[in-house]
């Protein structure tokens, strides 16, 4: 793996639609997109000034091998992660391949993406657990028992839906939020979803980690049908937890960026805006150790 980040990326002959906290979007031609995952990281909406080096090519390929295995659960917006075949593609509308993009790539349909952060949590950590404890057991539309514990697995998933903002923090909305937002296409949202979680947390109970929640985004394809877009299941997106460690009543050891989150709140008078403080080489190092170890233990 890279010593060195990739902060962002700039494709000679494409014309890049936009960068988001970790992405940087490029049209291939009309109806296709180059998606390149960086190595920047976000933690409570703010990038930080320092990546984590092969970060970008971790997330796209977990990404990939999601959207292989679960393609029986509702289709997705990938066409082919292989550089050979990007390259070619891209030089067929005049781009030019670079090799910082190697491993870190996905060529993908074109959708119209549903404004909407589809959120499955199967036990009560993060936001869910801060808002339960201060709002109690109806959490943003959904009943909850009585005297759950940080980390509790609930009793059946939950559908925690979020805005998905163009700029600053995603906010919490309720299903029939969601619902109005949705319209017609509320129904296979949260189906997709739903199966996407069911089907994920089992395959990684296999491999010893617990899927605590994750969030999905989803577009309409050429026919107006739902698929699943962006990421897929990464540490970015996912909440993932050893479930040799697991112990309800606490914070849980993760393999994911909660360990940035936590550094990041030990900092004293940083307010969550932006600029960031500065990340240690042992912060970095260890965020880098945290999303190998996720990615081997999934897809090996």
Known sequence: MSTEAILTTDIQGLKKLGQGKVRDLYAVGENQLLL???????????????????????????????FGITQ?????????????????????????????LAGRAMLCKRTRP?????????????SGWKAYKTDGPNLWGNSLPPGLVESDRLPTPIFTPSTKADAGHDEPMTPDEAKALLGEHYDAVVNAAQGLYSFAAAHAEKRGIILADTKFEFGLNENNEVILIDEALTP?????WPADTYQPG???????????????????????????????????AKTAEKYTDAWRRLTE
Do not use: C
Request: aromatic share 8%; net charge negative; charged share 20%.
């Open 36 to 66: 390149v995952a960086s190595d920047r990281i976000s933690a409570f909406d703010v990038v930080m000034a320092q990546g984590i080096p092969g970060k970008g090519r971790i997330l796209t390929q977990l990404s990939v091998f999601w």
């Open 72 to 100: 029986s659960v509702i289709a997705n917006h990938l066409i082919t992660a292989d550089d050979t075949e990007i390259a070619k593609a891209l030089a067929a509308v005049g781009g030019v391949w670079d090799e910082t």
């Open 114 to 126: 549903l404004k909407i952060e589809a959120v499955i949590r199967g036990y009560l950590s993060g």
């Open 236 to 240: 970015d997106s996912s909440r993932f």
């Open 250 to 284: 606490g914070a849980q050891p993760s393999f994911d960026k909660q360990f940035l989150r936590d550094f990041l709140e030990s900092v004293p008078d940083w307010n969550k805006q932006a600029p960031p403080p500065d990340l240690p080489a042992e912060i970095i």
